[in-house]
């Protein structure tokens, strides 16, 4: 289509049109994200709000790009050559080519949890790591503070699973306060401590969505405490090269804002049987906690009793907290 | 008529394309392309989720600044703009550090408001101050920086002090090198016939008129920025789906190299400075902390998605310096940061 002269505003016209159709698109994109959920597996749940303002936006945009194409001179805004269109024909096809490709992607390809193919791009983060070396400076403190207290934190352990049997309205606040003391000791912040004393108390820790990351803070800062426990978790099998026949990891992407920023996060666990399970396949496992030295550091390890095939949850990322202590309590 | 026609043409196309639209809206899966769904390689689904990822995060903070920028065209005029800025560097500097404390955005909303700001008269370097210190120097970014490094605090004061302080620097070589050809640096723009007094007469309609021009504004600046936002994320996501992190931290063996890789994965991952310091300590185990530190502050000033939409206001040779004496500063910096 070429056209001369008196065809410049023409030519506009086509621009403008083509780019009413590429806002309709947008709009209608984001329209069946938000419709269809689907946008759990692009944005974290804070960042949400945004999108669903920007859907509207999208909409009045529309709207205003039509006016722009059908009216007249009304069209022209403000700036004086500041906005060029395309001049020529192979430049606006890769332009308009590249508002297109994430329509086509959108509406065409499926939707694809991130797995473990990503997850070997990204590296794993297992319970060990940097917390290490504070943990080290730590301990000492603890101990010293404590002396004696030690033993007693191992008796306890030993009797862990017993304690929940007592009457809970009676004993709780003494324990609470006992249990506490020993998780404060260490000297990490209140907010983990609060987690930790939470999930020290319940009989089998479920270690569910709202809680998985900040749960394995919680066992990365305080792994004796927690050794012995019983745990049930949920998440996709993830491999490395590197791992015995007997080991996978129960891992999870967490997400801050995008899924652009996931990384992923994981309980390395053991269980005989470990070879049948499909990589990327999700899992429900219980199991118990156990310390043990990997690569001379102290890590727990979960040691599987049973494996349960599970869906892929709805909102399958997993985020921060961070204090935010109301979601343990619901 | 051949212009009747086509409109026409066009309006069919429209509602064609709406229609199937709408369709696949409701049907949930794509009836036509069925067919294609099912061969895609697991990697291109990847590469799909983290793009559209990238677009949804961070087309409402586009959104945001060409809103801002499109008020600022329709309702501020040039002399206000040239009237709050202070004339002294020495104010002016501190001013524009302030000013990312006073408007919480991140790089995508920067762009197009400094490219407005600085059309409407504000001097290039105050320009370059809050380009660079507005993304981190904002008490989002520092919350969220402070969540992700709870255990080493003192990283949200040296990246927010450094920012502040590479910034200024930056800004003050600006000022020095180009106080006499700022013009030089920006982008020539092909002036429209007849423009002399068009600017002003636009200005002089009633509400309604402003209201639809900031609007068309809006849609035209979309376009503008949004180009180069799909190229960044495009790239960007491509380079996450297929390039394993573990190969670049071999290359980072020395605290110097550690910097320049990291460096190097801010530019190129283009993160939302709210989000990119969760990125930086998950690689804690694998990078020493000035690392980190250097990717904490190089991201958010210099990223392949903003050196794209800077190119939309900046020559080619003048954002090709910024960038080496970005990368420099950063570099000298956070080598020097006492952890």
New interface residues.
């Given amino acids: 289509m070429k056209r001369i002269g008196k065809a410049g505003q023409?030519n506009e016209k086509?621009h403008h049109?083509l780019?009413?159709?590429l806002?309709?698109?947008f709009t209608?994109l984001?329209?069946?994200?938000i419709?269809?959920e689907q946008?759990n597996?692009?944005?974290a749940p804070r960042?949400r709000v945004?999108?669903y303002?920007?859907l509207g936006?999208f909409a009045?945009?529309t709207f205003?790009?039509f006016?722009?194409a059908v009216g007249s001179k009304?069209?022209?805004?403000?700036?004086?050559?500041?906005?060029?269109l395309p001049s020529n024909g192979w430049k606006s096809a890769i332009?308009y080519g590249?508002?297109l490709?994430?329509l086509v992607?959108?509406?065409?390809?499926?939707?694809?949890i991130?797995?473990s193919?990503?997850a070997?791009?990204?590296?794993l983060?297992l319970l060990s790591?940097?917390?290490k070396v504070?943990q080290a400076a730590a301990q000492p403190a603890a101990d010293g503070e404590s002396g004696g207290a030690a033993s007693g934190a191992e008796a306890n352990l030993q009797a862990g699973p017993a304690e929940p049997e007592r009457s809970p309205s009676q004993a709780s606040s003494a324990a609470d306060a006992e249990v506490r003391e020993r998780f404060a000791a260490a000297g990490f912040?209140d907010?983990y401590t609060d987690i930790a004393v939470r999930l020290y108390q319940q009989p089998i820790i479920h270690l569910d969505e709202k809680l998985f990351l900040d749960g394995l803070t919680a066992f990365d800062l305080f792994p004796r405490e927690f050794a012995g426990h019983k745990l049930r978790t949920m998440g996709f099998v993830y491999r490395q090269p590197d791992f015995k026949q007997n080991q996978f990891v129960v891992a999870r992407f967490?997400v801050?804002?995008?899924?652009?920023?996931a990384?992923v996060y994981g309980l390395l666990a053991e269980a005989p049987d470990a070879g049948q399970l499909a990589t990327d396949s999700w899992v429900e496992v219980d199991g118990t906690l156990r310390l043990r030295s990997i690569n001379g550091f102290e890590m727990l390890v979960l040691e599987v009793d049973s494996v349960k095939p599970v869906e892929a949850p709805e909102d399958p990322y997993v985020y921060?907290n961070?204090g935010t202590l109301d979601s343990t309590k619901e | 008529m051949l212009a009747g026609l086509q409109r026409v043409f066009w309006e069919i196309v429209g509602s064609l394309l709406l229609g199937a639209a709408i369709y696949w809206l409701l049907a949930g899966q794509p009836f036509l392309l069925a067919g294609l769904a099912v061969d895609w390689p697991a990697q291109w689904l990847d590469v799909k989720t983290i793009f559209l990822s990238i677009l949804l995060e961070a087309i409402p903070f586009v959104l945001m600044g060409v809103f801002f920028s499109a008020l600022i065209q329709t309702f501020v005029k040039e002399e206000t703009v040239r009237k709050w800025t202070p004339k002294d560097p020495l104010l002016a500097i501190p001013f524009a550090t302030a000013l990312g404390f006073l408007f919480p955005v991140c790089e995508c909303a920067t762009v197009p408001v400094i490219r407005r700001l600085i059309h409407k008269g504000m001097p290039v370097y105050v320009g370059i101050v809050f380009l660079l210190a507005g993304p981190v120097v904002n008490p989002v970014v520092l919350t969220s920086t402070y969540v992700a490094f709870q255990r080493q605090p003192e990283m949200v004061i040296y990246r927010g002090a450094f920012a502040a302080v590479i910034a200024a620097v930056t800004g003050l070589l600006v000022w020095l090198f180009l106080c006499r050809r700022e013009q030089s640096v920006l982008r020539r723009h092909r002036p429209a016939p007849a423009s002399a007094g068009h600017d002003h007469a636009q200005h002089h309609h009633h509400a309604g008129d402003k209201l639809s021009a900031t609007l068309y504004h809006a849609v035209d600046e979309f376009f503008e920025m949004g180009k180069y936002l799909l190229f960044g994320a495009l790239v960007s996501a491509v380079v996450q789906v297929f390039v394993a992190r573990d190969a670049l931290a071999a290359i980072g063996q020395n605290p110097f190299s550690a910097n320049l890789v990291m460096m190097g994965l801010a530019y190129v991952f283009s993160l939302c400075s709210e989000a990119d310091a969760f990125i930086a300590a998950s690689f804690g185990s694998v990078f020493p902390a000035q690392a980190l530190l250097s990717f904490l502050l190089f991201g958010p000033m210099i990223d392949l998605k903003n050196t794209l939409l800077m190119l939309t206001v900046f020559r080619l040779r003048f954002v090709v310096g910024l960038t080496a004496v970005v990368g420099l500063l950063v570099m000298v910096f956070s080598l020097l940061a006492p952890f």
């Fill in positions: 023409r086509w049109y780019r009413s159709l806002l309709v698109g209608l984001l329209a069946k994200l419709w269809t946008i597996l692009y944005l960042m945004f999108a303002v920007t936006v009045v945009l205003a790009g006016r722009q009304e069209g022209d805004c403000a700036c004086a050559g500041e906005h060029r332009v590249l508002f490709l994430p992607m959108g509406f065409a390809m499926p939707e694809k991130l797995g193919e990503v070997e791009k990204r590296g983060n790591g940097e917390s504070l912040g907010v967490s801050s804002c995008c899924t652009a920023d990384s921060f961070f």
